[in-house]
Nanobody, 128 residues
């Protein structure tokens, strides 16, 4: 069956960095655009970043633009989220999600309901 497994979360001080990974199995990874979302207590699940099937196009939420970088390695079936200059407001559970869009170069930010698969999430806590 399809599995998306996030890792790399943890506790970090404000201004610090973390690198999240999401390892996929059970699917043809390059057929999927990948995104990261986050869910903070008392808030809705928010879009963070997206990347197309090849890694040639990316898109970011305004709140993370210039601080976060999404990338992927199709040989390892893994998508990454490098998070720099972290702020307390970045504290959330971070989820990766897969959206079936084979060879579609444009980055499409779908609604959460449109994604085909989700990981279980990894907690990121940024202390002030």
């Amino acid at each position: 069956q399809v599995q998306l497994v996030e890792s790399g979360g943890g506790l970090v001080q404000a201004g610090g960095s973390l690198r999240l990974s999401c390892a996929a199995s059970g699917l043809t990874f390059y057929n999927y655009a990948m995104s990261w979302f986050r869910h903070a207590p008392g808030k809705e699940r928010d879009f963070v970043a997206a990347i197309n099937w090849s890694g040639s196009s990316t898109y970011y939420a305004d709140s993370v633009k210039g601080r976060f970088t999404i990338s992927r390695d199709n040989t390892k079936n893994t998508v990454y989220l490098q998070m720099n200059s972290l702020k307390p407001e970045d504290t959330a559970v971070y989820y990766c999600a897969a959206d079936y869009r084979p060879f579609q170069d444009a980055v499409i930010v779908a609604t959460p309901a449109e994604y085909d698969y989700w990981g279980q999430g990894t907690q990121v806590t940024v202390s002030s």
